[in-house]
Every structure is written in structure tokens, then in C-alpha cells.
């Protein structure tokens, strides 16, 4: 399975809230989306990675952190993003 490069320029095209915005929660919610669907990926051909499997269980917790401080900070804007991203169905 060739590895696929994570395009964070059109991540952050699609989620930023002005045209000079790459820090903003959501932006980095969207790139530690992505790097979390291409480690799951990474994890079905290589089931003995373990290191990696930890940088994954680190993401994981980064991006849950940052969706609770929007969920409490601004909601609206949290829902947008789940949707967009297809989070909690």
C-alpha cells in the first residue's frame, strides 16, 4: 500500500475561518483527522508497529482535548466541524 501524503493546504482551505488562518482549532482538528485515518490505515498492514501505535493514542487524545475546548467554547462552530468531518455520526 503506497502511503498517501496528507494535504493539509486543502484541510486547512476548507476549515479555516480567514484567508490567513492555519492555527485555529478547527484547522488543526481537520490535519489530526487526517493523520488519524492514514495511521489507522498504516495499522492494517503493519499490526506490530507499536511506536507508532503510541503516537496514535497521543493524537487521539490531542484531538479529543481540542473538541472539548470547542464543544464548551463555541458550540455552533464545534457541530459544524463534526459534521464536516464526519465525526460522531
Same mark, same amino acid.
Given at each position: 500500500?503506497?502511503?498517501?501524503?496528507?494535504?493539509?493546504?486543502?484541510?486547512?482551505?476548507?476549515?479555516?475561518?480567514? *484567508?490567513? $488562518?492555519?492555527? %485555529?482549532?478547527?484547522?488543526?482538528?481537520?490535519?489530526? #483527522?487526517? !493523520?488519524? =485515518?492514514? &495511521?489507522?490505515?498504516?495499522?492494517?498492514?503493519? *499490526?506490530? $508497529?507499536?511506536? %507508532?501505535?503510541?503516537?496514535?493514542?497521543?493524537?487521539? #487524545?490531542? !484531538?479529543? =482535548?481540542? &473538541?472539548?475546548?470547542?464543544?464548551?467554547?463555541?458550540?455552533?462552530?464545534?457541530?459544524?466541524?463534526?459534521?464536516?468531518?464526519?465525526?460522531?455520526?
Amino acid at each position: 500500500m503506497p502511503k498517501k501524503k496528507i494535504d493539509k493546504k486543502e484541510i486547512i482551505s476548507s476549515l479555516q475561518k480567514h *484567508k490567513t $488562518d492555519v492555527g %485555529s482549532s478547527e484547522v488543526q482538528v481537520g490535519i489530526l #483527522t487526517e !493523520r488519524i =485515518k492514514y &495511521l489507522t490505515t498504516h495499522f492494517s498492514t503493519n *499490526k506490530k $508497529d507499536k511506536h %507508532s501505535n503510541m503516537g496514535l493514542s497521543k493524537l487521539i #487524545t490531542r !484531538r479529543k =482535548k481540542l &473538541l472539548e475546548y470547542m464543544s464548551k467554547k463555541e458550540p455552533s462552530i464545534y457541530r459544524k466541524v463534526l459534521e464536516q468531518l464526519g465525526l460522531r455520526k
